[in-house]
């Protein structure tokens, strides 16, 4: 055998060894083959997960478990449900209580001990209500400042408590605890607003209150330089507590309309665009509200705006503001240029967020549950808290290396299309059906983001999740649509075995378990077809088009896609073949013991490259790499 051809098949050996057996690559982990020792970087994480929560005043007379004028029964069953996901720390965007004193504050620091007693951080700030107890709410929350967690002091865990018995303090439990690096906060803010790095996040929360502007307009230079320290490949993430543009308050972040400062405005929100950051988090308007704001002039820059479902006792609905009360809905469009567009928007619920996040990726999921109001001098109130049955209600998300694409009602999802390491994945057919609108009349869009991880043993593409498609609040149900990837010959083997043994586009379900996407569908027939896709084929059909090496299905469902064999056990076959492992003595990522673990492989042949990391085809023993591949295919 010749060697330019060994080399060839050495190379192309070495690709799916690496993307199969060294499994996910960190962006950033390891060496850095740039060379650009400048910016740090984002060490390689488990994944993990925050959890969110909104206001928790509580405006109603204390019916026996509601101290404080702050929403301890509804806090306790959020606390419940972080404790269950197993969230590392929780932050709450402000209105702590509902009246500003400093026995307030530490009845709502007592109700944060459940969090700490089971290792969890929490980090809250201040809203309108809380405005007036900036020297308590600092010496109650020292973790604000760099400080440890599960450190309430003792004189505030004492607070006088009238409902103690009905809703006793949970006891604490372990020594103080620190969460978070890097702390820092803008000149006479201290503690107030605030950043600090967790893993991969760069987290920044606002505090606008300061007894002057009481906007955050003052704060931006630091702002600016909070997110610019981020790590060059992780994620930034901003919180406050009113928002930018809301559907029940008129008043924001820059004062008490929503078109106050336009320039303060522009300029925040391109910071946040300049330095990475994806989600605006909020609360004060008491409702789920997520939607795209964009600067005045609906072009230079937006953010993902995420409003807060309530977690206290009062509930807005949506209502228009201004002059906008007075015009017809339909002539609004016409008279000013919209930069907003409503996502997704459920009222008259308690509800809390997990953040999960996986390296580059961040997916979001909100629960909520529903609650029995009353109208009370005109506003939707609990006057007592029931057995809140929670359950998830919408999931969203983005990734570093992804792409946002915004489909209006009635447009085509022909625009989604991305790629990424050698796998291109597009929509190639549907259309935006839906009609569903806000509480204002405004039609809801989609934000549908792409994300990617790297192929597992055995398949033949990338893997791509798709976020942002579902229709309704509730389901994962989405319009009809015909999804397209891409496929490496060299994972896939002979294509014409697709008609005998099942090879396509696949899912991942709820089991973990990867089957054919259209088992996953909504209704429709089950048919495939040998060839391109075609206009006119209804939901259910998929087919895998050799020409283009690409694997098609018509679905109505999301989120995670790649292309390999519908019955796993094809694709354990790859771990029986021979198999070569490679890493360099100084990768951290990969598994030392992978090696002993392939039990089911015929031969199993372990190479360590001195000297080298996961980089190792590109650096100084490179040749070692392909000579190494190159006699085991001779040898097996």
């Known amino acids: 055998m010749n060697d330019v051809r060994m080399t060839t098949r050495a190379m192309l050996a070495l690709g799916a060894v690496a993307a199969c057996l060294f499994g996910p690559v960190p962006v950033g982990a390891g060496a850095d083959p740039t060379g650009d020792a400048g910016a740090r970087s984002a060490p390689h994480e488990e994944p993990w997960s925050f959890g969110v929560m909104g206001d928790t005043q509580w405006t109603e007379a204390d019916d026996g478990r509601n101290p404080g004028t702050c929403a301890v029964d509804i806090i306790n069953q959020v606390n419940e449900q972080f404790i269950k996901h197993g969230v590392k720390f929780v932050i709450a965007v402000g209105d702590l209580t509902d009246a500003s004193s400093a026995s307030n504050v530490d009845i709502r620091a007592v109700y944060a001990q459940a969090l700490y007693s089971a290792g969890i951080g929490f980090f809250p700030l201040r809203g309108n209500h809380d405005s007036t107890d900036m020297a308590e709410f600092k010496r109650v929350f020292p973790q604000t400042r760099g400080g440890p967690n599960n450190a309430t002091p003792a004189d505030a865990l004492a607070v006088a408590n009238p409902d103690a018995a009905a809703v006793p303090p949970v006891p604490v439990r372990g020594a103080p605890f620190v969460v978070g690096t890097n702390f820092s906060s803008p000149e006479g803010m201290a503690g107030l607003s605030y950043s600090f790095d967790y893993k991969n996040v760069r987290f920044v929360l606002l505090d606008q209150f300061d007894g002057r502007t009481n906007t955050i307009q003052p704060q931006q230079s630091w702002i600016s330089e909070?997110?610019?320290?981020?790590?060059?490949?992780?994620?930034?993430?901003?919180?406050?507590h009113k928002g930018l543009m809301t559907e029940y308050h008129s008043d924001n972040l820059f004062g008490p309309h929503q078109d106050s400062d336009p320039a303060g405005t522009d300029a925040f929100i391109q910071s946040l665009a300049a330095n990475g950051v994806r989600y605006y988090v909020g609360g004060h308007d008491h409702m789920h509200d997520l939607s795209l704001v964009w600067t005045h002039d609906g072009v230079t820059a937006r953010v993902t705006e995420l409003v807060c479902a309530s977690d206290s006792s009062k509930f807005y609905l949506p209502r228009r503001h201004g002059w906008r009360r007075w015009v017809p809905g339909f002539l609004i469009p016409v008279l000013e240029r919209s930069r907003q567009a409503p996502i997704a928007q459920e009222t008259r619920t308690v509800g809390y967020y997990i953040f999960n996040v996986d390296g580059p990726r961040m997916t979001v999921d909100y629960y909520s549950a529903p609650v029995a109001l009353s109208l009370i001098d005109g506003e939707w109130t609990l006057t007592t808290t029931p057995s809140l049955m929670f359950s998830r209600r919408q999931t969203f998300g983005y990734d570093l290396?992804?792409?946002?694409?915004?489909?209006?009602?009635?447009?085509?999802?022909?625009?989604?299309?991305?790629?990424?390491?050698?796998?291109?994945?597009r929509i190639i057919d549907g259309t935006s059906l839906s009609d569903a609108k806000d509480g204002t009349g405004r039609p809801f869009i989609h934000a549908v983001n792409t994300g990617w991880s790297k192929r597992s043993c055995g398949t033949a593409s990338q893997e791509l999740h798709l976020w942002g498609m579902a229709t309704t609040l509730g389901s994962a149900k989405t319009d009809t649509y015909t999804l397209a990837i891409a496929y490496d010959d060299a994972m896939a083997g002979p294509v014409d075995e697709a008609k005998v043994v099942g090879f396509g586009l696949v899912t991942k379900v709820d089991d973990g378990r990867w089957t054919n996407a259209v088992d996953s569908n909504a209704g429709g027939t089950k048919a495939f077809v040998w060839g391109p896709w075609r206009a006119g084929y209804g939901l259910g059909t998929y087919g895998v088009d050799a020409r283009t090496r690409s694997a098609w299905a018509v679905i109505n469902h999301g989120e995670d896609f790649r292309v390999g064999y519908f019955d796993e056990r094809r694709t354990d076959e790859a771990m029986r073949a021979p198999t070569l492992v490679i890493r360099g003595n100084h990768d951290l990522i990969a598994d030392p013991g992978l090696a002993?673990?392939?039990?089911?492989?015929?031969?199993?042949?372990?190479?360590?490259?001195?000297?080298?990391?996961?980089?190792?085809?590109?650096?100084?023993?490179?040749?070692?790499?392909?000579e190494e591949t190159a006699s085991f295919l001779k040898d097996s």
């Open 401 to 425: 290396r992804g792409k946002e694409f915004v489909v209006p009602q009635g447009s085509s999802y022909g625009t989604v299309d991305d790629a990424f390491e050698g796998t291109r994945a």
């Open 596 to 626: 002993t673990k392939l039990t089911r492989a015929t031969h199993v042949l372990e190479v360590v490259i001195p000297r080298a990391t996961y980089w190792a085809p590109y650096e100084a023993h490179r040749a070692q790499v392909l």
């Open 226 to 240: 909070a997110l610019a320290g981020r790590l060059r490949d992780g994620h930034a993430i901003v919180f406050g």
